[in-house]
């Protein structure tokens, strides 16, 4: 078993929580030069709007003027994790896991399908089926139908095998933010989210719960005790 520390579900801004991601990250990369083990952490938040443009982001995929996300109120970043466009915003959980990919003793490849798996897994507490599409990153329902539509969009930065960045679940989101953007790059695919799905206000703490627990199942942590 590995320790990890996790952090309470909270709603912060997103300079906020990427200024704690950066801290926390580079403090592993330099406890991992020194010969020392960081410590995992896990960051659980809910942000208010945002979009974010990943590395290799289109700016075409941008489908409206950057003024008119501003006259919403929504913050637009660039940051340094891989993909497209995508959207933060409230009622959405959005869980950024920083690890020592080399304590858990698994490559990046394995640590994405995991997170998938968490995903997965959670989504089945909510009676919702869902699964993954080769060579696309994040957790689907519907695969392969017409109807076919995303849950939740997965994006990572990694050095020296730690990570930052994370994913982004669909909870009771509002669903027409993503019309301003092709989600991810993906165009011609629908979103969606647990509460249109069920139909009815899904609890954040909830959710957040179960998915906390399926990463301490799946990647094998335990509580840091301060």
């Known amino acids: ?3 990890c520390i996790f952090h309470k579900l909270s709603r912060e801004s997103y300079a906020q929580t990427l200024d704690k991601q950066r801290h926390i990250f580079q403090n592993a990369i330099d406890s991992k030069h020194n010969g020392e083990k960081p410590m995992n952490q896990l960051i659980s938040v809910e942000h208010n709007h945002v979009y974010t443009f990943g590395k290799h982001a289109e700016k075409s995929n941008l489908l409206v003027n950057p003024q008119f996300l501003n006259n919403l109120g929504a913050e637009t970043f660039e940051i340094e994790r891989g993909g ?5 915003g409230p009622g959405q959980l959005v869980v ?3 690890f020592d990919l080399e304590q858990l003793n698994i490559g990046i490849k ?7 798996l968490a995903i997965i897994n959670t989504l ?16 689907w329902l519907d695969i392969g139908q017409l109807n076919e539509r995303k849950i939740a969009a997965i994006g990572i930065k990694s050095s020296r095998y730690v990570t930052m960045h994370g994913l982004a679940l669909n909870v009771n989101t509002d669903l027409n933010m993503f019309n301003h953007i092709v989600p991810c790059g993906i165009a011609n695919k629908g979103v969606t989210s647990i509460q249109k799905e069920l139909n009815e206000n899904i609890d954040m703490f909830e959710v957040n719960s179960i998915l906390v627990n399926q990463f301490k199942h799946i990647f094998e942590l335990q509580n840091y005790e301060q």
């Open 1 to 3: 078993m590995n320790f």
């Open 96 to 98: 950024y896991p920083i």
């Open 110 to 116: 394995k640590y994405v399908s995991n997170i998938e």
């Open 124 to 139: 089945k507490e909510f009676n919702i089926e869902a699964g993954i599409i080769p060579n696309r990153i994040g957790v």
């Open 84 to 88: 497209d466009i995508t959207y933060h």
